[in-house]
């Protein structure tokens, strides 16, 4: 046996012997069944000077186990999770996604803007309509001109805030569907709507709110 | 240096379709492994078919090995976990419960499982009392540079860079003291088994 090899063999059992070298000995080592015997040899003197006690130094282990091994296929490593490179047109939708999640959020925003100005300009003309019926700008009620006519104030009236879905009807659904939330959730609602109810119907802050029925609802079987 | 290495590329060599290198990563680490499953039952046969269902997981497990941890950190989980699951089927079953009590009437009934080992012969018991002897005469016949290496290196688990400031020597001198020491200790260990006490082969 080569001496120069024996040595390189020790140093790789001690894992001192460069990487290099380490990959010419175990192309050899696994080849060599001599040097795998000397290889064991090392396991047991380092076992013994370790006092490994459990082991048995003549234990056929690595025996069987190349028996049980010698049945299975071949392992086959799987391919490295190498990062992929990406391509320019990968990079290009990379680049333009937050710019395009940031366009669609705003049109979004505007047609939300527009179908709610919409949705609340006729209702407005109509409150007004309906707090000067047949008065005209310049005309007093009389039919006079303004400048016969004392001047007047005119209160501007509160114009009223149409929610998309009127409250009544969010808080008989809340209320319908009590068993499907928390007591806790099903207050704060119904208080927000109460008082957004209070800002704009002239709904007294102070007056009763029907959560505690919700809640007996709530607790009440269904 | 690296750590570990040279069980990596031993484990390359596996990923390659190499069983030989396999039964090489087997045979250094056997020793240790079965006395890490050792921790969990006390029986040595016992722990010889743990370690061996161990290994054999981590034969079919090793494509997935990508060797960002070292190897035998690896192996120590997969043989941890195997002999737990061990210990836990064992303790389901009145029979193998019983053996873990230890007492006169299981190990009886033990025998009469068949389960007892060919290693536990009593000739493999001699030998491996035999090998013990033997290697603990060898570094006792050291030189003291030679002992004192091989003692820092196996016992103390120092690198040789580590050696060679405790020892005050170039790391060459290092390597070169404990490759003659393990040559030495080898030479007496072959005498063993060329004796007729066990062949070579028989170390695994």
């Known amino acids: 046996m080569n001496e120069e090899l024996d040595s390189q063999l020790s140093a790789m059992f001690d894992d001192e012997l460069p990487a290099a070298q380490c990959e010419l000995l175990a192309r050899r080592l696994s080849r060599d069944e001599e040097l795998r015997a000397r290889w064991s040899r090392y396991a047991a003197i380092s076992a013994t000077i370790r006092a490994e006690g459990g082991a048995r130094l003549n234990a056929e282990l690595a025996r069987r186990v190349s028996v049980a091994i010698s049945s299975e296929p071949p392992v086959v490593a799987e391919p490295a999770l190498a990062p992929a490179r990406p391509s320019s047109r990968w990079l290009g939708s990379r680049l333009w996604a937050p710019i395009g999640g940031v366009a669609l959020a705003a049109s979004v925003a505007a047609s939300a803007i527009l179908w709610v100005r919409f949705d609340a300009a006729p209702a407005d003309s109509q409150v007004i309509a309906q707090a000067a019926p047949g008065v005209t700008v310049g005309q007093s009620a009389d039919g006079g001109s303004l400048a016969d006519t004392p001047a007047s104030y005119v209160v501007p009236k509160t114009i009223a805030r149409r929610s998309i879905v009127p409250s009544t009807q969010l808080a008989n659904y809340v209320v319908a569907h009590s068993e499907f939330s928390s007591p806790v959730n099903r207050r704060t609602l119904l208080s927000a709507l109460m008082a957004s109810e209070s800002g704009t119907a002239g709904v007294p802050s102070g007056s009763e709110e029907p959560t505690e029925d919700v809640n007996d609802d709530a607790k009440s079987p269904q | ?204």
């Open chain 2, 1 to 204: 240096m690296s750590a570990d290495v040279s069980d990596l590329s031993l484990v390359r060599r596996v990923q390659s379709g190499d069983k030989g290198a396999f039964d090489a990563l087997v045979r250094k680490y056997q020793h240790k492994l079965v006395k890490l499953v050792m921790r969990y039952v006390r029986n040595p046969a016992e722990a010889e078919d743990i370690a061996q269902e161990a290994f054999i997981k981590a034969y079919r497990a090793l494509p997935q090995f990508r060797g960002d941890s070292a190897f035998y950190t690896w192996l120590y989980r997969i043989a941890i976990n195997t002999a737990k699951n061990a210990v836990v089927s064992r303790d389901r079953s009145p029979i193998e419960y019983n053996i873990d009590r230890n007492n006169d009437a299981n190990e009886e009934s033990y025998d009469m499982q068949g389960r007892m080992k060919d290693s536990e012969t009593p000739e493999g018991l001699v030998l491996t009392d035999e090998i013990r002897r033997t290697v603990n005469a060898a570094i006792e016949a050291l030189p003291e540079d030679l002992k004192t290496a091989i003692v820092l290196r196996e016992l103390d688990g120092l690198s040789y860079e580590e050696i060679a400031a405790a020892m005050d020597c170039p790391v060459g001198t290092v390597r070169s003291r404990i490759f003659r020491a393990r040559e030495a200790i080898d030479r007496r260990l072959r005498e063993v088994f060329e004796g007729g006490l066990g062949r070579t082969e028989d170390l695994g």
